[in-house]
């Protein structure tokens, strides 16, 4: 906590980027605002909605007879949950939300291109590592990132897919991403990482 | 908190832009100086139009910009004014904390002159220089 700075109101988009669990996360010494992050980190593609991180936890109340208000309080279980509305209409995507198994087939001469997705009936669920950026420009002009992760996740598709010919609005694709707990990390659910200054040359 | 001077803030920062855009951009006027004739190239013109309330902690605000991009031609007015879109959308310094445009170009002509002009809006949120 310190004085208010208004270089520390945050305005930005988010770009979102995906992994399987276990990948390590992007170091901010070394990969800079804008860049991709590398190792098994794929960028999910245009997005059109806003990505909304929504944060929930229960709490227990301990009370005591002598008092009216409660003496303490604990959190008893908590989750997070990251939600967007991606803008492409592919296979992986798709994949993403229902789960099921992607094949790929190059175009020939007498094939065409296309990708299959098969799903349904897959119980277990693939588990991401989850990332998203935006930028902000500091009080020297530096464009400087601000990272948030989800340790382990899970992908569901959160919504219709809505096919119309009705009005300027075209077909999305809901996903809601929901944390678990990192079982290799003490239980953390996430990660926010905000790059205050560039290094010192 | 002194009120950041948003005109002549986006002035600045589209004149160092670069993007091939015009150097000839006027704020707090819509229409061009007097010694400006479209034969000359385009122009770009600002002035705010409007915004939202004062932010509650009066750290920010956003305003909302009338550009009105001159050139010799339509053709040429809607070029600059895609030369615009590319530096300006999503633009972001110390003091433009975000820009979107509101509404697509739309190419008019002036009443009295015929000048060729791309009418178009973009909100831009700015930090206030504390």
Redesign the interface.
């Known amino acids: 906590m310190a004085d208010p700075v208004v270089g520390n109101i945050f305005k930005s988009g988010a770009i979102v980027w995906l992994a399987p669990a276990g990948e390590t996360l992007p170091v901010a010494d070394t990969i800079a605002a804008g860049a991709a992050w590398g190792g098994n980190w794929s960028r999910v593609g245009f997005t059109k909605a806003p990505v909304a991180v929504k944060y929930e936890d229960e709490e227990h109340d301990v009370d005591v007879e002598e008092f009216l208000s409660s003496v303490d309080r604990y959190k008893i279980s908590e989750k997070i949950m990251v939600e967007t509305v991606l803008a492409e209409l592919i296979a992986d995507y798709l994949k993403l939300g229902i789960g099921g198994t992607v094949t790929t087939v190059a175009a020939t001469s007498e094939l065409v291109g296309k990708d299959i997705l098969e799903a349904g009936n897959d119980a277990i669920k693939p588990k991401y590592v989850v990332g998203f950026e935006g930028t902000y420009v500091n009080a020297v002009g530096l464009t400087l990132p601000v990272r948030f992760f989800v340790h382990r996740a899970t992908v569901k598709l959160n919504g219709e897919l809505t096919f119309s010919k009705k009005n300027g609005d075209y077909t999305g694709v809901p996903l809601q991403v929901s944390g678990l707990a990192n079982t290799a990390s003490n239980g953390r659910l996430f990660k926010f990482e905000r790059v205050t200054a560039p290094k010192i040359a | 908190?002194a009120e950041v001077n948003e005109t002549k803030t986006l002035v600045d920062f589209l004149l160092a832009a670069g993007g091939g855009l015009t150097n000839r951009i006027y704020g707090d006027t819509d229409v061009p100086p007097s010694d400006y004739t479209p034969a000359a190239g385009p122009c770009i013109c600002l002035v705010v139009r409007g915004g939202d309330a004062d932010d509650e902690?009066d750290?920010?605000k956003e305003c909302s910009f009338q550009f009105k991009v001159y050139g010799p031609d339509r053709p040429t007015a809607r070029a600059e004014a895609r030369k615009l879109h590319a530096v300006l959308q999503?633009a972001?310094?110390?003091i433009?904390?975000?820009a979107r445009r509101e509404t697509q170009p739309v190419t008019l002509e002036e009443p009295e002159n015929g000048w060729i002009f791309a009418l178009v809006f973009y909100s831009v949120?700015f930090?206030?220089?504390?």
């Open positions: 908190m902690s750290a920010v999503n972001k310094s110390s433009i904390k975000n949120l930090t206030n220089v504390s």
